[in-house]
């Protein structure tokens, strides 16, 4: 499956942006999605994760409450919709996507398929 992320930009703190992920070649529902990102300088980190059928999600404590990860199986189309963002929100946003994971999962090794990552920056 080929992952192609957008949605990304420059947004004041407080503002809000909606992330898609669409993906092509097998359909999407065969995979667990989950966003990750990385600030620079830092590492890879968690985000949020959605089950193949959108009924199981999870949220790194960070952004529980804030974002929002779904899913368009009939689209072939993840999203995250991100709200009252902060500067420490800034980073690059990756979708990926797990043939093997059984629910979620917030580890990026389980992820065997990665899209090109958006820049959000977050100003203050």
């Known amino acids: 499956v080929q992952l192609q992320a957008c949605g990304g930009g420059l947004v004041q703190a407080g503002g809000s942006l909606r992330l898609s992920c669409a993906a092509s070649g097998r359909t999407s529902s065969s995979y667990v999605m989950g966003w990750f990102r990385q600030a620079p300088g830092e590492e890879r980190e968690f985000v949020a994760a959605?089950?193949?059928?959108?009924?199981?999600?999870y949220y790194a404590d960070s952004v529980k409450g804030r974002f929002t990860i779904s899913r368009d199986n009939a689209k072939n189309t993840l999203y995250l919709q991100m709200n009252s963002l902060k500067p420490e929100d800034t980073a690059v946003y990756s979708c990926?996507?797990?043939?093997?994971?059984?629910?979620?999962?917030?580890?990026?090794?389980?992820?065997?398929?990665w899209g090109q990552g958006t820049l959000v920056t977050v100003s203050s």
């Open positions: 990926g996507a797990g043939a093997s994971i059984g629910y979620v999962s917030t580890r990026s090794s389980r992820y065997d398929y």
């Open positions: 959605i089950s193949r059928n959108g009924g199981n999600t």
